[in-house]
């Protein structure tokens, strides 16, 4: 029978400047899944990790970078045929400075940082659209505003 898992995390490093929100996307290694795809951070949920913990792991491990603050933004599920089990992503906004040097893993071999509706365009997933026209909508002026109290994490 399929399996049914909170098993991943999606996370949006995001940036809100004086000419507005940037997010940082990064191209896969030729020896990673997806070649050459352009995405956000996304890894797994280790045992006994909480998703707010795998997503400041995963963002470390990825780029190097700490988030000055983390807000959840939403879930989606996604099936991996291989394994026959449907994901559910965890989706996280960090907000980092896009200043603070950036160390990728192997995974990847470039990162980009970019408008929103530009990444939307190069990015290999669809959902990322969505989720950025989340995160510009729930942290529009760099902050969740009156949801700060159930969105922040960090």
Do not use: C, Q
């Not at 995390?9 to 995001?14: E, G, K, N, T």
């Not at 507005?20 to 951070?41: D, F, K, M, Q, T």
């Not at 990015?123 to 950025?132: D, F, S, V």
């Amino acid at each position: 029978m399929t399996e049914l898992r909170v098993g991943v995390v999606d996370v949006y490093p995001v940036e809100h400047g004086p000419t507005g929100w940037r997010v940082l996307l990064l191209e896969r290694a030729e020896a990673a899944r997806s070649p050459g795809a352009w995405e956000v951070v996304h890894g797994r949920i280790e045992a006994g990790e909480a998703p707010p913990a795998a997503a400041v792991r995963e963002l470390a491990e990825e780029t190097g970078l700490a988030p000055a603050r983390l807000y959840s933004i939403s879930s989606h599920p996604f099936y991996v045929a291989s394994v026959d089990t449907v994901f559910v992503a965890v989706t996280f906004a960090a907000m980092v400075s896009a200043e603070a040097p950036l160390h990728l893993g192997s995974e990847h071999t470039r990162g980009a940082w970019l408008p929103f509706a530009e990444a939307a365009e190069r990015a290999t997933w669809p959902r990322a659209e969505e989720h950025l026209r989340w995160i510009a909508r729930l942290l529009r002026d760099g902050s969740a505003g009156p949801a700060e109290d159930v969105l922040r994490i960090v």
